[in-house]
């Protein structure tokens, strides 16, 4: 049998990204992206409803996802699906699901949305064990 946890988005980030570097030295962005529906009822009246996506890039994407990322940045993202548990100081456990980025295209045009560089594609490099290192990162 063949598996598949694909997700792909399209969309407005939330908040500028946060960049940090775990103990062993890797860096890992995280950031939000808002994607929209839009529909109009059969009475004729336009809804709209938000849904809000947490994304994690590792390694190279990370840095460039930092550098180039900024609240209101329109944005591809393509990776798979993954959630996460851990409990806090008062021992209550949360979940967290998110998206473990491969790639991310910066879809704004040049100077426009805080985008400095050319719009393009950054491939994420290949899934190391480190990345359970995450847990370690309070964010």
Same mark, same amino acid.
């Not at 860096?27 to 996506?53: I, P, Y």
């Not at 209101?72 to 998110?98: C, I, N, P």
């Given at each position: 049998?063949?598996?598949? =946890? $694909?997700?792909?988005?399209?969309? =407005?980030? &939330? $908040?500028?990204?946060?960049?940090? /570097?775990? &103990?062993?030295?890797? +860096?890992?962005? /995280?950031? +939000?992206? #808002? &994607? =929209?529906?839009? %529909?109009? /009822?059969?009475?004729?009246?336009?809804?709209?409803?938000?849904?809000? @996506?947490?994304?994690?890039? %590792?390694? $190279?994407? #990370?840095?460039?996802?930092?550098?180039?990322?900024?609240?209101? +940045?329109?944005?591809?993202?393509?990776?798979?699906?993954? &959630?996460?548990?851990?409990?806090? #100081?008062?021992?209550?456990? @949360? %979940? !967290? /699901?998110?998206?473990?980025?491969?790639?991310?295209?910066?879809?704004? $045009?040049?100077?426009? !949305?805080?985008?400095?560089?050319?719009?393009?594609?950054?491939?994420?490099?290949?899934?190391?064990?480190?990345?359970?290192?995450?847990?370690?990162?309070?964010?």
């Amino acid at each position: 049998m063949t598996y598949l =946890n $694909r997700a792909t988005i399209i969309g =407005n980030v &939330t $908040r500028d990204p946060e960049t940090k /570097t775990t &103990t062993q030295g890797t +860096s890992v962005t /995280t950031f +939000s992206v #808002a &994607t =929209n529906l839009r %529909w109009t /009822t059969q009475a004729g009246e336009k809804k709209e409803s938000t849904e809000f @996506h947490n994304v994690v890039a %590792w390694r $190279r994407l #990370a840095e460039i996802c930092g550098q180039y990322l900024k609240k209101g +940045s329109k944005v591809y993202v393509e990776g798979r699906l993954q &959630t996460r548990s851990w409990d806090d #100081a008062q021992g209550q456990k @949360h %979940w !967290r /699901t998110e998206i473990v980025a491969d790639n991310v295209i910066m879809l704004d $045009r040049p100077g426009t !949305r805080g985008n400095s560089e050319e719009a393009g594609i950054a491939p994420a490099e290949p899934a190391a064990e480190d990345e359970q290192a995450i847990e370690e990162i309070p964010f």
